[in-house]
């Protein structure tokens, strides 16, 4: 990401954590649920911000799972570590050079992070990379595409053709990637791309 795109989240981030409705905050809760992480997974957030999916992640890992925070702007890691401590990792750094090693996860989850990605093909490589073989992919928002694309376009600035690219270019990414059994849902009430690494 630029350095502007990085500067307007270290700008935002004292008062992200007023963005989240409570709604939003249920869907991400039900959503984290739905995807049924296996305790003691290890598991990177791209794009944690202020960590509010976090307390749902580390449910679902439990006390012997991992739990790793990325982000490129240095004030929302600040927040989320304030929140969450030493039960989490957390690393400033790019997706689409993630300081991390191969093959390391069992599953990355991508909240409301990928439009801002400049390089998604990049970042899905990387994503890939880090993966253990059979681990997942998760891209997710609270909104449909539509909703998201519009929303971006209405705050302006640097991230106002920050969009979520649609189904067919989203499978082109993954599968290029390497990923397989991409599967795409476009509900009013959430976007959600799951794909998997495949196995040895």
Known sequence: MSHAVKEYFNQMAANWDDLATPETVSRLRELIRELSIAPGSRVLDVGTGTGILLPFL???????????ALDIAEEMLIRARAKYGHAVEYIVGDITC?????TDFDEVICNSCFP????????????????????????CHTMNREAVNSLHASLG???????????EDMLRIFTSAGFVKVGITNAPDRYLLTAWKPPV
């Open 58 to 68: 580390l449910e679902a890992v439990g006390p012997q799972g991992r739990v790793v």
């Open 98 to 102: 993630a300081p991390l090693l191969d």
């Open 116 to 139: 801002h990605l400049a390089d998604k093909p990049r970042a899905a490589q990387e994503m890939a990379r880090l993966l253990k073989p059979g681990g997942r992919v998760v891209i």
């Open 157 to 167: 600035g640097v991230v106002r053709d920050h969009l979520l690219p649609d189904d």
